[in-house]
């Protein structure tokens, strides 16, 4: 789990109430058993320069409650509190007992925009260990560093938030037609029609090989 330096912390609970007043729907928050704005990002206390895109950023030491456990329900729930709060979040995930179950965040420029034609399908998650990045001199590089490292991705050359977020969405897209010409290959009988699959695979593969690298 992501630990920010002590200049950042914040440590102030949010009200579930105050979500409700932020019209985050009732059935959302019924699966939240907590949150905390754990650290503020900004150059007051990171020593980090504002841009125009990321002016500050909000972590959220946030815990679900007992059932929740699809990436898919998480992602509604961060989703949600991504609209209901401006600038850009940073969630760190625990489960009820207090373990932790990963970091997550959906490309939002400071301006309120979240990138991306579906908050669902454009989470970054990941349950490995993620190290803070180093050797950046803006809240913007930092911030999009972090990204590409929860989803397993180095930053390209010049790389912006949304060019970024449409490599990372293009990259799942490819893993999920992957993964089901891989079942109908376990499940197709006919030895010529798997051989035409397998190479249908083949060549996504190749193609999310490509998506990962940060000089293609």
């Not at 907590?34 to 007051?44: M, R, T």
């Not at 490599?167 to 089901?180: M, N, V």
């Amino acid at each position: 789990m992501l630990t920010f330096p002590q200049s950042t912390q914040v440590n102030q609970r949010i009200p579930l109430e105050e979500l409700k007043r932020q019209k985050v729907d009732r059935k959302i928050v019924e699966q939240i058993k907590a949150v905390e704005w754990a650290y503020k990002l900004a150059p007051s206390t990171l020593n980090l320069a504002a841009t125009e895109t990321i002016k500050e950023v909000t972590v959220l030491r946030i815990t679900l409650r007992e059932g929740v456990g699809s990436w898919r329900q998480r992602a509604v729930i961060f989703s949600a509190l991504d609209v209901a709060i401006r600038s850009p979040l940073i969630f760190l995930v625990f489960d009820e007992s207090g373990d932790a179950l990963g970091v997550a965040l959906n490309l939002k420029a400071s301006s309120g925009t979240v990138s991306g034609d579906s908050l669902l399908f454009r989470l970054f998650y990941t349950e490995n260990e993620v190290t803070l990045p180093s050797g950046v001199t803006t809240l913007e590089s930092f911030y999009l560093h972090l990204a590409a490292s929860i989803s397993g991705l180095s930053l390209r050359p010049g790389e912006t938030l949304r060019a970024l977020n449409e490599r990372h969405y293009r990259l799942q897209s490819l893993r999920d037609a992957s993964d089901k010409l891989a079942k109908r290959i376990r499940n197709e009988q006919q030895l010529n029609l798997r051989f035409e699959l397998a190479k249908e695979r083949k060549a996504l593969e190749q193609e999310i090989a490509l998506c990962q690298f940060s000089n293609a």
